[in-house]
């Protein structure tokens, strides 16, 4: 069984581009989830998302991030307009359909803006 | 809680010896806390979990334990290894609005000296 994936691992913007960001949860898992991580820093909540739902996006920046989890596919982080600010590493993890607590995370995605 | 800038605390260990990382939680409603591991340019492991209902809880080499009186939760690595190198996080998840809601520490580095 697979873990989470996503990709791509590194990403270089120049400030005022796009970033999407994509996570392939573990087979079998339906729950989403996207953190961001600062070096030398914990990881800070950002979006929970369900096949088609975002459940609680109480921890992403109300301007320029958004999140989707469609039916078929991936979830996709997108950053526009991005600023040296938004250089972090972010990190997606999944969880099972039926409550089960642990999130599995992926390896993340290390974005860069010049 | 959420880091706020501050650099990691470190715990340097000789090989062989045992490393206890500590972890205070904010929240007494939590019920659910899990330690996970995270080596240098990966994303976070899972180590063990335990539930607010146990105090103590063993695995492979690591045993959690839980006090709830002060809120605090202890890693315990016996026999520490050049391999457990990494930065450790504890995590708290409150169930809320019918979802988990997961906040991690700030984290310890654990540096094994070999």
């Known amino acids: 069984n697979a873990g989470v994936m996503q990709n791509p691992r590194h990403l270089v913007r120049r400030r005022g581009q796009e970033a999407r960001l994509r996570c392939s949860p573990m087979?079998?898992?339906?729950?989403v989830y996207w953190y961001r991580q600062l070096p030398e820093e914990g990881l800070k909540f950002m979006v929970y998302l369900q096949k088609e739902n975002i459940i609680d996006e109480s921890g992403m920046p109300k301007e320029r991030f958004s999140a989707e989890f469609p039916k078929e596919g991936p979830s996709i982080l997108r950053i526009q307009q991005v600023v040296r600010g938004d250089s972090a590493a972010y990190f997606c993890?999944?969880?099972?359909?039926?409550?089960?607590?642990?999130?599995?995370f992926g390896p993340g995605t290390r974005l860069t803006v010049l | 809680g959420e880091s706020v800038g501050l650099h990691l605390p470190t715990l340097s260990v000789q090989e062989g010896d045992n490393s206890i990382i500590n972890c205070a939680y904010s929240n007494s409603a939590s019920d659910y806390f899990i330690w996970y591991k995270q080596e240098s340019g990966k994303g976070p492991q899972f180590i063990i979990d335990i539930r607010s209902n146990m105090d103590k809880r063993q695995g492979q080499r690591v045993t959690v334990l839980l006090n709830k009186t002060v809120k605090h939760l202890s890693l315990q690595i016996a026999a520490t290894q050049p391999g457990d190198s990494a930065v450790y996080f504890c995590a708290e998840n409150i169930w809320s609005g019918g979802y988990q809601k997961v906040t991690f520490g700030t984290g310890t580095k654990l540096q094994v000296i070999p």
């Open positions: 087979k079998g898992h339906s729950h």
């Open positions: 993890a999944s969880s099972p359909l039926d409550y089960t607590d642990t999130q599995y």
